[in-house]
């Protein structure tokens, strides 16, 4: 279908865009398609134009189109959503990645649960940087002590830090909370830590992001379109 072609080269497009005006290379930034609400079928065509990562938010979903999807072997499956502690098991046993570790309790069962013939789960920690209540991922000031913990983990390969910023229009906002995600990470890595991944940037701030440094972006909406927001929430 030559609309989400179009709308996919658009976004590659931005990011290399984006990648340039900050003094780094396209390939330093991964682009992950974030489909959820999207059906098999759409992450199937877009697999076959040659995009390999791929972003899912609910386990339910994401385990069918895991087994839809069995054919396609270079496919990287990255889980983006919020995990409780009884839904672990299908993502520990089929997700390259997980980017959304914000408890310990979380990051023990996907240990626990990693098959033994599969390598390490790649992991990230989701911290909050807006400083907003409602908001997922840990406490800005509990980053270290959760990286130590996750970082013992022989299952788990720690990765880096995630993050969603604040809804907001505000640039100046969203670029703060951008640096504040990669200042945390340099942190660590100068405590013997060594973490090569900031996933943050979405449809509407992939540039912020990648100018405060991003290696993956997460993006939905620009590539497959407005998501039906009544299946969205009976999803969550
Ligand atoms: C849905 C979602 C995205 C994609 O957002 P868009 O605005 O559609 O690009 C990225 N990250 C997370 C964690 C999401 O839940």
């Given at each position: 279908m030559a609309t989400l072609f179009s709308a996919w080269q658009g976004v590659l497009q931005r990011i290399g865009k984006a990648a340039g005006k900050a003094g780094r290379v396209t390939t330093d930034v991964r682009l992950v398609a974030v489909s959820k609400t999207f059906?098999?079928?759409?992450?199937?065509?877009?697999?076959?134009?040659?995009?390999?990562?791929?972003?899912?938010?609910?386990?339910?979903?994401?385990?069918?189109?895991?087994e839809a999807l069995a054919?396609?072997?270079?496919?990287?499956?990255?889980?983006?959503?919020?995990?409780?502690?009884?839904?672990?098991?299908?993502?520990?046993?089929?997700?390259?990645?997980?980017?959304?570790?914000?408890?310990?309790?979380i990051a023990e069962r996907l240990n626990?649960?990693?098959?033994?013939?599969?390598?390490?789960?790649?992991?990230?920690i989701q911290v909050n940087v807006s400083g907003e209540a409602?908001?997922?991922?840990?406490?800005?000031e509990?980053?270290?002590?959760?990286?130590?913990?996750?970082?013992?983990?022989?299952?788990l390969k720690l990765r880096g830090l995630m993050a969603i910023p604040e809804s907001t229009e505000d640039t100046d906002k969203l670029a703060g909370q951008f640096a504040l995600l990669r200042r945390l990470r340099d942190d660590l890595n100068t405590h013997g830590f060594e973490l090569d991944t900031l996933s943050m940037g979405m449809s509407g701030d992939l540039e912020l992001a990648i100018a405060e440094g991003a290696t993956h972006v997460r993006v939905g909406t620009a590539i497959f379109g407005a998501r039906d927001y009544i299946k969205q929430e009976t999803q969550a």
């Open positions: 059906p098999a079928d759409s992450v199937r065509e877009l697999y076959a134009l040659g995009q390999r990562d791929f972003g899912e938010n609910y386990v339910q979903e994401f385990t069918e189109k895991h054919d396609c072997p270079e496919l990287v499956w990255h889980f983006i959503g919020p995990l409780q502690s009884n839904k672990t098991r299908s993502v520990a046993e089929r997700a390259h990645w997980v980017h959304s570790i914000e408890r310990l309790k626990a649960q990693r098959p033994a013939d599969l390598p390490p789960l790649q992991v990230c409602s908001k997922s991922g840990c406490e800005p509990d980053v270290v002590a959760l990286a130590q913990a996750v970082t013992a983990l022989p299952r």
